[in-house]
């Protein structure tokens, strides 16, 4: 079965400085990845996607994440973090392939909460 | 362009009693799903469907719950009778479905927030 590992349940980082979201994902041949940020009150908003091609992806509001097979990574990053950013970041694995019931799933790391200090 | 739109937003209950919630998905996706959140963790999927069918409904706790989508555009999920330990966050998405095995990318609404007393 699919399964998405986010190590770090909270990280704290002060405005302006820069900030990496770990996340690693079960082997899969195709893997379809996500981050997904979840603000307090607010439905889940998609920040960027991987299917195939380049590794580095670019998403919304700056944030930009890398597909890594060899390490089964696809960790979030942005350059300065922007006081707005704080919220739950989560990282989703979609099972691919054709057929079954199980094809489209979406796969839900546990989510990493993000503080921003001013 | 209209998103994925859920109601109620909050509902409080006493448990035994039975709640509903509606999600109206974005106009032409076809794939709907009810995603079950709770408190600190990522959202788990209860049930899919594709169109009005339910192509995936293992997690569904079938013996309280229920969903419906009739015509293949709203959808309601029922809980009766509700228990303490539902409390939580019910999400719905939609995505297209291209019919090649691949679906879309996921639209969520801003879930119902359900305590059961």
């Known amino acids: 079965a699919q399964s998405v590992t986010q190590p770090d349940i909270h990280i704290t980082v002060s405005e302006g400085a820069s900030l990496e979201l770990r996340c690693n994902y079960s082997y899969g041949a195709t893997p379809y990845l996500f981050w997904y940020v979840q603000s307090p009150g607010q439905g889940l908003q998609l920040l960027l996607k991987y299917f195939s091609g380049d590794t580095l992806v670019q998403g919304i509001k700056g944030f930009e994440a890398e597909f890594k097979r060899s390490q089964s990574s696809f960790n979030l990053r942005k350059p300065s973090v922007h006081w707005s950013d704080a919220a739950e970041y989560f990282c989703?694995?979609?099972?691919?392939?054709?057929?079954?019931?199980?094809?489209?799933?979406?796969?839900f790391g546990q989510g990493t909460i993000l503080t921003v200090h001013p | 362009e209209a998103g994925v739109v859920q109601s109620p937003r909050y509902k409080i209950i006493e448990k035994k009693q039975p709640v509903a919630f509606w999600c109206n998905p974005i106009?032409?996706?076809?794939?709907l799903y009810w995603y079950l959140q709770n408190l600190g963790q990522g959202p788990e999927l209860l049930i899919r469907y594709e169109n009005e069918e339910a192509v995936d409904d293992s997690q569904l706790p079938k013996d309280r719950f229920s969903a419906e989508r009739l015509k293949g555009v709203d959808s309601t999920l029922k809980i009766q009778p509700a228990e303490l330990g539902d409390s939580a966050v019910y999400l719905c998405?939609?995505?297209?479905?291209?019919?090649?095995?691949?679906?879309?990318?996921?639209?969520f609404g801003e879930g119902s927030r359900l305590t059961v007393l």
């Open positions: 989703v694995d979609k099972t691919s392939g054709l057929g079954g019931t199980s094809y489209g799933k979406l796969t």
């Open positions: 998405a939609s995505s297209l479905y291209s019919g090649q095995g691949v679906t879309g990318e996921l639209f």
């Open positions: 106009s032409g996706h076809n794939t």
